[in-house]
C-alpha cells in the first residue's frame, strides 16, 4: 500500500471513517493469523488509519489471536485494538470467553462487538438476553421471506443487523432489489447495520470472486454505492433512483465536495445526512483486504 500522504474532502472522511472492518482471516484472502496480526498492525499505523475499523476474529481463535498480537498492541501508540469477535453456536460459552479475554488483556485490545447469526426471532430474543448490555451486537440474516419480522425484533430489542453481500461464487451476492429492500426495511425499523463479503471495490464491477486464477467472475457491489445509497434511502428516494444508484458503474457519476456527496450533479447528501447515515444507518463493511478498497479509490482518483 502506498505512504503518499492524502487529504481526502471533508464529505469522504465522514462517509468512511473507521468504514472497514478487517477480515483478512476469512475468504478470499484466508490469511493466517500471523499474516492479517501483522497487516492490521501495519493499517493501523498508515496514512489511511481513519478508514479502519475493527480485527474480525472468530471466538474460537482468540487464543491465537493474543499469542500473534500482544507484541503489536502493547507497543501501538495510536489507542486499543478493537476486535469484533464471531459468535459460535454456543452464546454463552462466547460471552464468558470474550469477558474473560477482556478482563486480562483489556486496556491494549478489547472485544466490544459481536456478531451472531440468526435465522429465527427466537434466537435474537435468546442472544439478546443473554449478552451484558456492554457490546454492541450484528445480527447475520438471511435475505428472505422473515427478515423483515427478524428486524423487527432487532428494532424492539435495540440490536443492530448484518447483511452479507457477496462470497466467493456469484449465487452469494444479493440481487440489487434485496438488497435495497433490506437497507430500507433497516432504515424504517431504525436498526444501524453492517454489511459483509464482496465489497473490496468502491464502484459497482465485473471481476473475479476470488484470487485464485480462473476464477468465477461476477458482478460486485460497491461499497461506495452501497453507502449513498443508504443515504438516499434514508431521505425518502424512490426504489427505482436507489437501485439506479446502486447498480452505477462509472466513478464520473459521484462528486465528493467539502460540503457533500452528489450523484449525477442533481441529487446531494450533505455534510449533516452524511454524519446521520453513519451514526445510525450503515456503520461499517467487513473486507478481507484494506489495501484493495484503498488502491481502487487511489484509481479513480477519489483519495
Not at 468504514?19 to 501483522?38: R, T
Not at 427466537?122 to 421471506?145: A, G, K, Q, W
Not at 443515504?231 to 465528493?256: N, P
Request: charged share 20%; with cysteine; aromatic share 12%.
Amino acid at each position: 500500500m502506498t505512504n503518499t500522504i492524502s487529504i481526502p474532502g471533508a464529505s469522504l472522511q465522514v462517509l468512511l471513517k473507521e468504514s472497514i472492518d478487517y477480515a483478512g482471516l476469512f475468504p478470499p484472502a484466508n490469511l493466517s493469523m500471523s499474516e492479517a496480526v501483522l497487516n492490521y498492525a501495519m493499517y493501523k499505523n498508515s496514512n489511511y488509519s481513519w478508514m479502519l475499523g475493527r480485527f474480525i476474529v472468530p471466538v474460537g481463535r482468540l487464543g491465537e489471536f493474543l499469542g500473534n498480537a500482544q507484541d503489536f498492541f502493547k507497543r501501538d501508540k495510536k489507542g486499543a485494538w478493537r476486535l469484533s469477535v464471531l459468535a459460535s453456536d454456543d452464546i454463552h460459552d462466547t460471552v464468558r470467553t470474550v469477558d474473560d479475554f477482556n478482563m486480562t488483556n483489556a486496556p491494549g485490545v478489547v472485544c466490544d462487538v459481536l456478531e451472531i447469526k440468526a435465522s429465527t426471532q427466537e434466537d435474537i430474543v435468546m442472544s439478546t438476553n443473554s449478552i451484558p448490555r456492554n457490546f454492541t451486537n450484528y445480527f447475520e440474516l438471511e435475505i428472505n421471506d422473515r427478515f423483515p419480522d427478524l428486524i423487527t425484533t432487532l428494532a424492539i430489542n435495540k440490536q443492530r443487523a448484518k447483511v452479507r453481500t457477496g462470497g466467493v461464487t456469484p449465487d452469494f451476492f444479493p440481487n440489487t432489489h434485496d438488497l435495497i429492500r433490506f437497507v430500507r426495511t433497516c432504515l424504517a425499523a431504525n436498526v444501524p447495520f453492517k454489511a459483509t463479503a464482496g465489497l473490496h471495490n468502491p464502484i459497482r464491477c465485473f471481476k473475479p470472486l476470488t484470487y485464485e486464477p480462473n476464477a468465477p467472475k461476477g458482478a460486485m457491489h460497491g461499497f461506495l454505492n452501497l453507502f449513498i445509497t443508504t443515504g438516499f434511502a434514508r431521505e425518502g428516494f424512490k426504489a427505482e433512483i436507489l437501485e439506479e444508484i446502486m447498480e452505477d458503474e462509472f466513478h464520473e457519476s459521484f462528486d465528493f465536495q467539502e460540503g457533500g456527496i452528489s450523484w449525477h450533479r442533481e441529487f446531494m447528501l450533505t455534510i449533516p445526512q452524511l454524519q446521520l447515515l453513519r451514526e445510525n444507518g450503515i456503520m461499517s463493511f467487513g473486507s478481507c483486504s484494506f489495501d484493495e478498497p484503498i488502491e481502487s479509490l487511489e484509481e479513480i482518483g477519489f483519495l
